[in-house]
């Protein structure tokens, strides 16, 4: 049984006072929430998302990490301070990383190695722009940016300590959100990827929806059998409808 999670990528939004009201509102709509609740706050809110989060069940994460442990990287963040910090998670490869600061698919996998080696779970981001889709390359690119993380000598069982998240480029930030079939199709093609490697693996994989996923459509693509789960962007910094997002995984 995959226990979904819904994890919140604030990007870089917030202010002290915000992030406190969001954090406080989160905490008390949490309980009656059964999916996995994580959230991924900007680094400078790290340290009261841990304080305000420390005695609940909602896990934080960071949005981003740098490949080497510690040096001369003026402005990075390694995994083993995230996972110091006391960070479960981190996000990996989000197409604004890939995009906007140039990193590639080698560039990702060094990441998703780092976070492995601290012993945070990476939240490996796919996903195919719109261009790629309409050229019928939507899979071609998804098994590449894959392969770059089933190549590694960490191979297929470092999944086991990782999520990944389907992310269509043209349906994140844009309101347009995937088809549940459509989506549906993606997760199980993921997944069947994976059980070329190793069945096990890829039946305890969680594999999460993101791109505009709000309120309103959730329920219908939470409830597809390979989705497990969201990673929720603009919406996820209003309290009442991250959790209403989160509700519609209650059974
Ligand atoms: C994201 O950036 O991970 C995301 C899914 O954003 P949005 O929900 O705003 O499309």
């Given at each position: 049984?995959?226990?979904?999670?819904?994890?919140?990528?604030?990007?870089?939004?917030?202010?002290?006072?915000?992030?406190?009201?969001?954090?406080?509102?989160?905490?008390?709509?949490?309980?009656?929430?059964?999916?996995?609740?994580?959230?991924?706050?900007?680094?400078?809110?790290?340290?009261?998302?841990?304080?305000?989060?420390?005695?609940?069940?909602?896990?934080?994460?960071?949005?981003?990490?740098?490949?080497?442990?510690?040096?001369?990287?003026?402005?990075?963040?390694?995994?083993?301070?995230?996972?110091?910090?006391?960070?479960?998670?981190?996000?990996?490869?989000?197409?604004?990383?890939?995009?906007?600061?140039?990193?590639?698919n080698e560039w990702v996998a060094a990441k998703?190695?780092?976070?492995?080696?601290?012993?945070?779970?990476?939240?490996?981001?796919?996903?195919?722009?719109?261009?790629?889709?309409?050229?019928?390359?939507?899979?071609?690119?998804?098994?590449?940016?894959?392969?770059?993380?089933?190549?590694l000598p960490t191979g297929v069982k470092s999944?086991?300590?990782?999520?990944?998240?389907?992310?269509?480029?043209?349906?994140?930030?844009?309101?347009?959100?995937?088809?549940?079939?459509?989506?549906?199709?993606v997760h199980a093609k993921i997944r069947s990827?994976?059980?070329?490697?190793?069945?096990?693996?890829?039946?305890?994989?969680?594999?999460?929806?993101?791109?505009?996923?709000?309120?309103?459509?959730?329920?219908?693509?939470?409830?597809?059998?390979?989705?497990?789960?969201?990673?929720?962007?603009?919406?996820?910094?209003?309290?009442?409808?991250?959790?209403?997002?989160?509700?519609?995984?209650?059974?």
């Amino acid at each position: 049984m995959r226990k979904p999670l819904i994890a919140g990528n604030w990007k870089m939004n917030g202010s002290c006072a915000s992030v406190d009201a969001l954090l406080r509102a989160l905490s008390k709509g949490a309980a009656s929430v059964t999916a996995e609740l994580a959230v991924f706050p900007a680094f400078v809110f790290l340290e009261r998302t841990r304080r305000l989060l420390a005695s609940g069940t909602i896990a934080w994460g960071g949005q981003n990490l740098a490949p080497e442990p510690s040096g001369a990287f003026t402005g990075e963040v390694s995994a083993e301070m995230l996972r110091d910090f006391g960070c479960r998670y981190v996000l990996v490869g989000h197409s604004e990383r890939r995009t906007l600061f140039g990193e590639t698919n080698e560039w990702v996998a060094a990441k998703y190695q780092a976070a492995l080696r601290a012993g945070l779970s990476p939240i490996l981001c796919v996903g195919e722009t719109l261009q790629e889709r309409e050229q019928g390359l939507t899979y071609d690119v998804l098994r590449t940016q894959l392969n770059a993380i089933l190549t590694l000598p960490t191979g297929v069982k470092s999944l086991e300590q990782a999520v990944i998240a389907y992310e269509p480029v043209w349906a994140i930030g844009t309101g347009l959100t995937a088809q549940p079939e459509t989506a549906q199709e993606v997760h199980a093609k993921i997944r069947s990827w994976v059980a070329e490697y190793d069945i096990k693996v890829a039946e305890n994989l969680r594999i999460l929806y993101g791109g505009s996923l709000k309120r309103d459509g959730a329920a219908l693509l939470l409830a597809m059998p390979d989705i497990d789960g969201g990673l929720v962007g603009g919406a996820s910094l209003n309290a009442e409808e991250f959790l209403d997002i989160a509700l519609s995984c209650n059974k």
